[in-house]
C-alpha cells in the first residue's frame, strides 16, 4: 500500500486502530523493526558459562559445561534465528554443524555464517562440507572460492583488522536476515559487545567450575562492565543449569 493502507480502509469506511498489543507484539517482531529502522538484524549473544564464566577448559578445545536441555534449547533457538553467527575460532575448536536437529524442525536451520577475516575456514570443515545442504557464508576482508554453497560477503575492514562488525551486520540486513544468533566464541562476543550490537544476551549458567586456566567468556572484558549495559529479562532452570536472560534497556 505504499504507506497509504490506513488512509485507503478509512475512506472506504472502516474503522482502524493502531498500536493494539504493541508492548506484547514489538519482542517478536523485533528482528523486523531493527532491519527497517535500524538497518542491522535483531542480534542475540548466546554463551555457555561455568560458574566462573569460562566458555572452555583451554583455547581451541571442545569443551562441554552444559547438559542436554541447554542443547535442546540451544536447537530451539536456532530454529527461530535467520542466521547463526561465530567466530573462527568456534569452527577450528569444535568444527561445528550449526544446524537445528530438532525432530520436526530440520528443515528450519538458519543460514549459517562465520566471521573469517582471510578466508581461513578449512575445506575439510563440517561447514564447507555441508554448504551445498544449509548455506554457509563468510564475512570476510577477502574474496575466493571456498566450496559449493559457500559464499563470501566482502565487508569493510575495524580498527583492530578484522571484519568490521557494524558493517558486516548492514550487509546480513541487506541479505534479509532479521534476527542473528551469535553463539562465540570469546573474540567474537567480545567484538559485537563492544560495538553495541548485543540486544539480546541469553547466558546458559552451569554449576560447574573450570579454573582459572579457562577461556574468559568475555575476552578479558569485566563481567560487571558487561551486564551494565543490559536489565534481566527472564529466568529458567534447564536441568542442572539455569538460562538468564537481558536486554538492553
Known amino acids: 500500500m505504499a504507506g497509504e493502507g490506513f488512509a485507503i480502509l478509512r475512506q472506504a ?42 566458555i572452555a577448559e583451554v583455547p ?12 535442546k534449547r540451544t536447537h530451539l533457538m536456532r530454529a527461530q534465528s535467520d542466521a547463526i553467527l561465530v567466530g573462527l575460532g568456534t569452527v577450528f575448536a569444535d568444527d ?15 543460514v549459517r555464517v562465520v566471521a573469517d577475516s582471510r578466508l581461513a575456514i578449512p575445506r ?3 561447514l564447507a ?17 571456498i566450496a559449493p554453497g559457500v559464499e563470501v560477503l566482502r565487508c569493510n575492514q575495524g580498527p583492530d583488522g578484522h ?11 541487506r541479505r534479509g536476515i532479521n534476527r542473528v544468533l551469535a553463539e562465540g566464541g570469546a573474540r567474537l562476543a ?3 559487545i563492544e560495538a553495541g550490537l548485543v540486544d539480546e544476551l541469553s547466558l546458559f549458567r552451569s554449576p560447574k567450575a573450570l579454573g582459572p586456566q579457562g577461556v574468559d567468556g568475555f ?23 539455569r538460562l538468564s536472560v537481558y536486554v538492553r534497556p
Open 60 to 71: 581451541r578445545q571442545r569443551t562441554t559445561i552444559t547438559g542436554s536441555e541447554v542443547k
Open 219 to 241: 575476552a578479558g572484558l569485566p563481567f560487571a562492565s558487561v551486564m551494565a549495559a543490559f536489565r534481566p529479562a527472564g529466568e529458567e532452570r534447564l536441568g542442572d543449569d
Open 190 to 192: 567480545r567484538g559485537l
Open 13 to 54: 469506511g472502516i474503522s482502524v486502530e493502531t498500536s493494539l498489543a504493541e508492548a506484547e507484539a514489538r519482542p517478536d517482531l523485533a528482528g523486523f523493526l531493527y532491519r527497517i529502522t535500524k538497518k542491522r538484524p535483531y542480534v542475540i549473544l548466546k554463551l555457555a558459562l561455568s560458574s566462573d564464566g569460562k
Open 129 to 145: 562440507q555441508t554448504a551445498g545442504k544449509v548455506p554457509v557464508w563468510l564475512l570476510s576482508l577477502a574474496d575466493g572460492a
Open 163 to 173: 571484519v568490521d562488525p557494524n558493517d558486516a551486520m548492514r550487509r546480513l540486513a
Open 96 to 110: 561445528p554443524d550449526l544446524t537445528c536437529r530438532l525432530p520436526g524442525l530440520e528443515d528450519r536451520s538458519p
Open 124 to 126: 575439510t570443515s563440517h
